[in-house]
């Protein structure tokens, strides 16, 4: 299947700024994810988000953060007002059958000066 | 509370060799999902093998295999005939209960060694 597509790649921002991080998964997936991976530390789930709606969210998932998937295809991770531990790697994924087989984008890596 | 430990934080392997990457879990779910992927220096997380607790028969996908013992929550991954490419960080995953909600290890870094 085709891979999971994130773009930026790679975004420096400075403390305080919006930023966006987009993911293009295939549209008829139902079943998308935010994972983030704080350099040298494990992966950690932020949200999932199921027909449209968010059906499930970490703690490090507070008020700063949103998703939504405004056209359909693309889905975004927003995070309002960037801190300096927002640096990390956001990973996007897809499960296209529901039965918990998560192919990951290849991240956006997010550098908050 | 569902946790995964990988208590081999680096390991090194002559290339052809074996090597066996361990890690256990726990949780009180009694269905549930383990995984390994594996993380190249690119950063992408790469999908390696999944195990269906309810399954007995362990997993294997070509040169990759687990030894799943669920009665002592242990999940360990076996690669055989090590290559120069399977050098990257190991993550050892559960699911349980939540979809989607995969919970890591915090990993094993492997070099496979010329």
């Known amino acids: 299947e085709p891979e999971v597509t994130q773009t930026p790649s790679h975004q420096v921002t400075q403390m305080g700024q919006e930023v966006i991080l987009r993911c293009v998964p295939i549209s008829n997936h139902l079943y998308f994810y935010w994972y983030r991976q704080i350099l040298g530390q494990k992966v950690e789930f932020l949200v999932s988000f199921y027909n449209n709606e968010i059906s499930e969210k970490s703690e490090i998932f507070d008020d700063q953060f949103s998703v939504e998937r405004p056209d359909g295809s693309n889905f975004t991770l927003k995070i309002r007002s960037t801190k300096l531990e927002d640096s990390a790697m956001y990973f996007c994924?897809?499960?296209?059958?529901?039965?918990?087989?998560?192919?990951f984008g290849a991240g956006s890596r997010l550098t908050v000066l | 509370a569902q946790t995964v430990t990988q208590s081999q934080p680096e390991m090194s392997v002559q290339e052809a060799e074996t090597v066996t990457l361990s890690c256990t879990y726990d949780?009180?779910?009694?269905?549930?999902?383990l995984f390994w992927y594996k993380q190249p220096p690119s950063r992408q997380m790469i999908l390696v093998i999944r195990?269906?607790?309810?399954?007995?028969q362990n997993a294997t996908e070509n040169r990759f295999s687990v030894n799943f013992q669920k009665a002592a929550k242990s999940f360990s991954l076996k690669i055989s005939d090590s290559q120069l490419g399977d050098t990257a960080m190991y993550f050892c995953?559960?699911?349980?209960?939540?979809?989607?909600?995969?919970?890591f290890g915090k990993g094993t870094k492997l070099s496979v060694k010329p």
């Open positions: 994924a897809r499960d296209s059958s529901g039965a918990n087989v998560l192919t």
């Open positions: 995953a559960f699911i349980g209960g939540s979809q989607g909600n995969l919970i």
């Open positions: 195990q269906e607790a309810y399954k007995q």
């Open positions: 949780t009180s779910e009694n269905n549930y999902y």
